[in-house]
C-alpha cells in the first residue's frame, strides 16, 4: 500500500490487516494529507495498534514532481482526526519508497498489488526507476479522480490528483501498457460511502474502537454526520470486484486550463484514439461495503484485544504478514 496516512488511509491500513486473505507486505509514504514524515509516523502507529507492527515502513516523496506540497485541512491536528497515538517503537525502513516498490515487484514480478490511497508521486518515481513497472505487477489500484462528478478540491478536482496532477498523468499514461489495467475508484463512488455514528457503534469497545471513533469524530464534524471512506474502498474492491462495477475507458489529467487543472477525463469511446487504461468504478454497494468493512474492523478489535503486547517490530528484514 502507498499512503498518505490521514483518517481514511488509516481505516485503510487496518481493513488490510484484518483481511486473513490480504499479506501486506510493506507500506509506502508519499505527502498529501499531511507531511511525509508525518504520514510515516501515523503510518507505524496505526500497524502497531492493529497488531502488524513488523510490517516494513517506507517514507518517500516530500513534494509533487512539479508544485510545491499543500497538504488537506480536514485531518485533524495530526492527520488522525481527534485520535491520539502512541509513538510506535518500530522504525522507518532505511528504504526510499520509490526504491522498495521497485525491489518488490522485481522480487516477485506478477505477484504484487499495489494500491495507491494518496497522490502519485511515489508511483510516479517507481515508474522512472523501472518503466517496466506496469509488467511486473499484477495490479495497480488507485483512490483518485473523479467521474462525471465534482471535485473535492475544486469544482473540477479531486484532492489526490490535485496535489500532484503531473504524477497521475505520467501514472495513467505508462499503465496504458499494463497487463491488467489499474482499478480506479474516484470520488463518483468513495461519495458514496457514508461511514456514520451508528456504523461505529457496531464496533464495540476497546482500543481499536476508540481510535476508530476519535479519528472518524473530525470528518462527522466536517460532513455533518458522516465520513467518506474513500480509501478503503479502493482496496476492497480491488480484493472484491463484486462490490461494484467497472468500465474500462482511458483517463487522462488536464494540466494546463486555470479552472480545470487536475480534472479527471475519461474517454468511454475510444474518441482520443488511445488503448484503455484505467478501469473506472461507476457503481457500487455501498451497504454491503460498509457491512464488511465494520465487520472486518471488529473482529480486528477482538483479535488486538485478546492478544499479548507486542514486542516485534521491523529491524531490517522484509516481514510478510
Avoid at 513534494?63 to 488522525?80: D, F, K, Q
Avoid at 481510535?211 to 460532513?223: H, I, R
Avoid at 479527471?264 to 488503448?275: A, F, I, K, P, Y
Amino acid at each position: 500500500m502507498d499512503v498518505d496516512t490521514g483518517v481514511d488511509d488509516a481505516l485503510a491500513l487496518l481493513l488490510a490487516v484484518s483481511r486473513p486473505d490480504v499479506e501486506l507486505v510493506a507500506v509506502t509514504c508519499c505527502a498529501g494529507n499531511v507531511p511525509v514524515r508525518l504520514a510515516a509516523a501515523n503510518t507505524l502507529a496505526v500497524l502497531e495498534l492493529a497488531g502488524a507492527g513488523a510490517v516494513e515502513v517506507a517514507a518517500g516523496s516530500e513534494a509533487p514532481l512539479v508544485e510545491p506540497l499543500r497538504t488537506a485541512t480536514s485531518h485533524g491536528p495530526n492527520g488522525l482526526g481527534y485520535a491520539e497515538l502512541p509513538s510506535a517503537h518500530a522504525s522507518l525502513s532505511p528504504r526510499y519508497a520509490p526504491d522498495l516498490i521497485v525491489e518488490e515487484v522485481r522480487g516477485r514480478p506478477g505477484e504484487l498489488t499495489l494500491v495507491a490511497t494518496g497522490p502519485l508521486t511515489n508511483v510516479a518515481v517507481a515508474l522512472q526507476r523501472e518503466p517496466a513497472l506496469p509488467q511486473l505487477l499484477s495490479r495497480l489500484a488507485v483512490m483518485g479522480g473523479s467521474f462525471e462528478h465534482p471535485g473535492n478540491r475544486t469544482p473540477a478536482a479531486e484532492f489526490n490528483v490535485w496535489v500532484d496532477p503531473e504524477a497521475a498523468s505520467a501514472v495513467f499514461s505508462a499503465f496504458s501498457s499494463a497487463a491488467r489495467r489499474p482499478l480506479v475508484a474516484g470520488l463518483n463512488v468513495t461519495e458514496l460511502t457514508e461511514l456514520r455514528p451508528e456504523h461505529v457503534a457496531r464496533l464495540g469497545t476497546g482500543v481499536l474502537a476508540d481510535f476508530v471513533a476519535a479519528a472518524v469524530g473530525v470528518k462527522f464534524e466536517f460532513n455533518g454526520g458522516f465520513a467518506h471512506m474513500h480509501d478503503p474502498l479502493a482496496l476492497a474492491m480491488v480484493l472484491d470486484e463484486t462490490l461494484g462495477t467497472t468500465r474500462s475507458g482511458t483517463v487522462d489529467v488536464e494540466l494546463e486550463g486555470s479552472l480545470t487543472r487536475a480534472m479527471t477525463v475519461v474517454d468511454w469511446h475510444g474518441l482520443w484514439g488511445r488503448m484503455p487504461n484505467a478501469d473506472v468504478a461507476i457503481a457500487i454497494d455501498a451497504d454491503r461495503f460498509l457491512d464488511e468493512l465494520v465487520d472486518g474492523l471488529a473482529a480486528l478489535g477482538r483479535s488486538v484485544a485478546a492478544a499479548p503486547p507486542a514486542t516485534a517490530a521491523w529491524t531490517g528484514e522484509t516481514t510478510l504478514l
